[in-house]
């Protein structure tokens, strides 16, 4: 196994045998708690002009509630979908004849 991608907003209905529901659903529910286990979690209160820069392929990230009383919250993210960066990357290295069209890249994508 090279990653996993794991969301739990975007889980769709499984289509599996009937004997298979249950357990399965029993581990996604263990993953679920293994991944927000207090012992896995690391939290930091951000101020303003604060950033944050993670491979999202390597770290499950996410955030906690707020109290909408305590003033403004603006939080903006920016993203770039790994294999679409691994195709431009590989796209301009042809080319322009460089060494990085042969890479073998992390999550699957090979050069």
Same mark, same amino acid.
């Given at each position: 196994?090279?990653? /996993?991608? &794991?969301? =739990?907003? $975007? /889980?769709?209905?499984? =289509?599996?045998?009937?004997? !298979? ?6 581990? /996604? ?7 927000? %286990?207090?012992?896995? $979690?690391?939290?930091?209160?951000? *101020?303003?002009? =604060?950033?944050?820069? &993670? =491979?999202? @392929? ?6 906690? *509630?707020?109290?909408? +009383?305590?003033?403004? #919250?603006? !939080?903006? @993210?920016? %993203?770039?979908? #790994?294999?679409?960066?691994?195709? +431009?990357? #590989?796209?301009?290295? *042809? ?5 990085? @069209? %042969?890479? +073998?890249? *992390? ?5």
């Amino acid at each position: 196994m090279e990653g /996993i991608r &794991f969301t =739990d907003r $975007t /889980i769709p209905p499984q =289509d599996l045998p009937e004997e !298979l529901m249950e357990p399965t659903y029993k581990a /996604i529910k263990a993953f679920w708690n293994v991944v927000n %286990s207090e012992a896995l $979690t690391f939290a930091c209160l951000m *101020a303003p002009g =604060d950033l944050h820069l &993670f =491979d999202n @392929q390597r770290v499950l990230h996410g955030r906690t *509630a707020f109290d909408p +009383t305590a003033g403004v #919250r603006h !939080l903006q @993210q920016c %993203s770039v979908n #790994r294999d679409e960066f691994h195709n +431009t990357l #590989r796209t301009l290295a *042809a080319r322009f004849n460089h060494s990085a @069209q %042969s890479l +073998t890249m *992390a999550g699957g994508a090979l050069g």
